[in-house]
């Protein structure tokens, strides 16, 4: 049938290796699952329909291990075999969601193991099996032991009741409130399951600009349902809360976080939802932030807002994820040192089932941004990482970005909270600090799309977060070249060129969108497309002249200490090293720096030169995709390949638009030529 993309990562199709397909059918005769639960049951199903494709033979389900090279799947608890095979010691140390997957003997017979301490530790060991042989790894001495690195691995959907998406950009809401509760669309289910494989445990399925409408009964009641639907697959519902919600469904006079009756009100409301959903996992919120409303309209802090709602949900175990994106752009400031102002010095304020939840960067989700300085700087608090998925800085649905790159770039910094070696991943993972709770946060590219994400590589972010989310030490690489293998097929021809296609991909959009540092000057309020220019609508210190600055003399920001000092908020060997023009990486020169258009870069050309170097070689780094693209035709069905091509095509054109609008403008500044020798072919 055409492929859509529908099916993402969890393919299953037959193994084309013959000698592989030979091994790997000897290895699985039979499937063993001992115990039951609606999460077995699914664990059973994917072991089935994914043999069965891969394998291209019906493996049959038994309760008893009658033959060798049987797979044995549940836990201690539930399996007498497993139980018999006194794994305790080493499944002390996988936790509650991980897994063991072990080749032994069994009743004297060889057997393959998945082993763990709950039900949906089993699951996530089915789907790691599964996905060895998708990637054609070996699967005959096996001696794996795979545990989360973070507790709360969370999709984030920004998706409003009338099913529009605020930044997304693959149709609309999946949520079809109106066939909720009654309607359960299979589509959840696959959601569902992709999440499960990849480690997804929670979902907070409203937007952070929050509608209070949510949290009444007959939301409440769809909200359950797929709470139901979900829960097998381990995957738990949370919801974001409106600070205003006491008043605007609860007709309350005022939403104040110190107001007894407000307390009382959140609590009655919270109560209500564990009547509806007995694990609902708790709320997410933007406070005080473009025009939400929060604790600091009567006078309160973060902390007083966060504790009372965290509150409401402690007695039933659930958490509140309190975000630190915040900025007015009343406030006098430069707008990337906001969070830290007011977030830093709330450390040791929270509640314990509290975590602040904090975007990679200070800015806003751009293609380059430094890390966020918050990380290291709460060591009370744990702070929960915020990735962007949806590309709304990216070029959205059109361009190809494979952001693994950036989130390793992001997690691998060292923030020199306790001297070096402390990275961003050792605060998020909470080694550093000790955090009771951890997490990470992806605000999702999902819509109702038939491939899910608009663009086919947008899958590939999805993917990542959730491998991401469970283990950050896996390189962009590895992920990359998973993902390819299940998603398209394990062919070295394809594989590695169009990996390598997605490793550079990244980087030749920093180049044509925001080369040195650039950053926020997309178009306005839509963010899509080039906008270096004055916007006459709108403020001028309020749109991107703000942030580049660009004049006769130079361009950049200066936030070094003759200028806005935000480098003064890291750590001071990360402060001396972006504060220092001769050692702060370039990458980031113009997001610290205010240089002049002669300042000498590493390659020896002045810097408008190499600007113009840089947005050259990003639209001819699209070219290049495209080459690489197009030598595939052989090896993709033919669906996806003109999918791919025609979005690479648009690309291409975005990035000579972009490259077009932010050299010439930036030209009228400099008055300079543009170099000659460029890269470029058209
Ligand atoms: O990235 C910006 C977006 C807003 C978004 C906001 C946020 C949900 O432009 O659309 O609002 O960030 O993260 O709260």
Redesign the pocket.
């Known amino acids: 049938y055409a492929e859509d993309g529908y099916r993402l990562w969890q393919r299953y199709d037959l193994v084309k290796d013959a000698k592989k397909l030979k091994e790997y059918q000897g290895r699985v005769q039979q499937v063993v699952i001992e115990g039951s639960s609606p999460t077995l049951t699914v664990a059973k199903q994917e072991l089935q329909q994914g043999l069965q494709g891969l394998l291209g033979k019906n493996i049959g389900n038994s309760n008893m291990l009658k033959q060798a090279n049987s797979l044995l799947v549940g836990t201690p608890q539930n399996s007498p075999a497993i139980a018999a095979l006194n794994l305790n010691q080493q499944l002390g140390s996988v936790g509650k969601e991980g897994y063991l997957i072990l080749t032994t003997t069994v009743n004297r017979k060889k057997a393959t193991v998945i082993a763990a301490n709950s039900d949906v530790g089993a699951l996530y060991g089915v789907f790691h099996f599964l996905r060895l042989i998708q990637t054609h790894q070996p699967v005959d001495q096996l001696n794996i032991s795979n545990a989360p690195k973070t507790q709360h691995r969370i999709l984030n959907h920004?998706d409003n009741l009338d099913r529009t998406v605020?930044?997304g950009y693959a149709g609309f809401s999946l949520w079809d409130w109106h066939k909720l509760p009654d309607y359960i669309d299979d589509r959840y289910l696959e959601y569902a399951r992709a999440n499960a494989s990849i480690g997804i445990n929670g979902t907070v399925l409203t937007?952070?600009?929050a509608n209070a409408l949510i949290l009444t009964k007959p939301y409440l009641e769809k909200v359950k349902a797929l709470a139901d639907a979900f829960r097998p697959y381990g995957l738990k519902v949370y919801l974001t809360a409106r600070f205003s919600a006491p008043i605007e469904i609860g007709g309350l006079k005022t939403a104040d976080p110190l107001d007894a009756q407000v307390q009382a009100w959140w609590k009655t409301k919270a109560e209500e939802i564990y009547t509806y959903i007995p694990d609902f996992g708790g709320f997410l919120v933007?406070a005080n932030?473009?025009g939400q409303p929060g604790p600091q309209n009567y006078k309160r802090t973060h902390a007083d807002g966060a504790n009372m709602l965290a509150d409401a949900v402690a007695p039933k175990g659930g958490i509140v994820m309190w975000?630190a994106?915040v900025y007015d752009n009343e406030v006098p400031e430069d707008r990337i040192k906001q969070a830290y102002n007011e977030f830093k010095h709330l450390d040791g304020q929270f509640r314990k089932n509290v975590m602040v939840q904090v975007?990679n960067g200070p800015l806003?989700?751009q293609p380059r941004e430094p890390f966020h300085p918050l990380f290291g700087a709460m060591p009370q608090t744990p702070l929960m990482m915020e990735f962007?998925l949806t590309q709304?800085y990216l070029g959205q649905a059109t361009n190809l970005v494979y952001q693994a790159p950036l989130y390793k770039e992001v997690l691998d910094a060292d923030t020199h909270a306790k001297g070096a070696g402390s990275t961003v991943a050792k605060v998020v993972d909470g080694t550093l600090h000790n955090y009771q709770l951890t997490g990470m946060a992806g605000?999702t590219n999902i819509g109702n799309d038939r491939n899910w994400t608009g663009h086919m590589f947008g899958q590939s972010n999805w993917y990542t977060f959730g491998r991401l989310a469970w283990d950050h030490t896996l390189t962009s690489e590895a992920i990359a070249d998973e993902w390819l293998r299940m998603t398209f097929n394990n062919e070295e021809k394809f594989v590695s060129p169009v990996k390598e296609m997605m490793l550079q991909s990244r980087e030749t959009l920093v180049n044509y969108m925001t080369p040195l540092g650039l950053h926020h000057i997309m178009g306005w309020s839509h963010?899509y497309g080039p906008g270096p220019w004055v916007d006459k609508k709108h403020r001028a210190d309020w749109t991107a002249v703000y942030y580049h600055r660009a004049s006769a003399e130079g361009i950049g920001f200066d936030r070094t200490a003759s200028g806005s000092n935000a480098i003064a908020q890291y750590f001071p060997p990360v402060a001396q090293k972006f504060g220092n023009l001769a050692t702060c990486p370039e990458e980031f020169l113009l997001w610290f720096h205010r240089v002049s258009w002669d300042y000498k870069v590493k390659s020896g050309r002045n810097l408008w030169d190499e600007l113009c170097h840089r947005y050259y070689a990003g639209a001819e780094g699209v070219k290049q995709m495209q080459q690489t693209w197009n030598a595939q035709e052989a090896n993709v069905d033919p669906e996806r390949f003109r999918h791919v091509k025609t979005f690479l095509s648009i690309q291409e054109k975005e990035a000579r638009w972009w490259r077009d609008a932010c050299v010439l403008y930036f030209q009228s500044f400099s008055k300079r030529p543009i170099p000659a020798g460029l890269p470029k072919t058209d």
């Open positions: 920004w605020e930044r937007n952070v600009n933007k932030s473009e975000r994106f975007k806003d989700f962007q709304e605000v963010h």
